[in-house]
């Protein structure tokens, strides 16, 4: 499932491999974006520039100087990332707007296409050109909108607000669970959203297919982050602590 209440710094890039052009999807969380997007601008620079000096002596999937955990970023080449959509505070509004450069057209780009055909009345979501310079705050906007190439990447952000930010205590002590939208519904259609006017066409080769977000677990993991950690969902999971979140 897509948990969409959660996707204030997520970001659903599409690729493709050099071998065999198979689609594949990375949904990328960044740490610290809250201190100038350290995270995202992290990950577009060791994407481009690391280079690892000294291999870890007992596992080549680790890197010792400089120090990197996992290396499995590395197999991530830029230029073969097409699709770029993140969902930026999408939690307090049901009003929603989908930001890309003005020099991207629908007419001759089918991802944002599907993004734009399907219900988006319904949804209550705006289709907002910028020059891509005047996207709005994001990770996109500070790590990745420099090094886009528009004829063959394309970059979309999904928010609440249009210009200026209609949540006043946006990355503060005071932006908690009661500063959100708590209707999950609203949560489940943007995540029926994504996955149906973006993954699914993007991804699926058997027209028979049907996919469907399970709106019930939505909430079952909305509460569990949000509310109380020490729920049963997430009980049942071994490497998570049980630890309250502050109400």
Known sequence: EIIASLGSNTSFISSTTNNNKQKELLITLFDSENYSNVGSRKFIDDLLHFNCTLPHKNDFNKCHIPFQSDLAFTNITWSNISHILELKQIGLSSNLYLHHSNTIHANNNTFLNNLLSYKMNQLHI????????????????????????????????LTDHQKEYINPYYHSAADNRLNINNDT??????????????????????????????????NEIYRCLIEDINCNLFNKIPDIKSTSLKQ
């Open 126 to 157: 705006k289709d907002q050109a910028n020059d891509l310079n005047d996207l709005p705050p994001s990770s996109s906007q500070a790590a990745f909108s420099s090094y886009i190439n528009e004829e063959n990447q394309t970059l979309l952000i």
């Open 185 to 218: 519904n609203h949560l489940c259609h943007i995540a029926t959203y994504i996955l149906q006017a973006a993954i699914y066409p993007f991804f699926n080769t058997n027209q028979s297919l049907q996919l469907d977000i399970n709106c019930l677990r939505l």
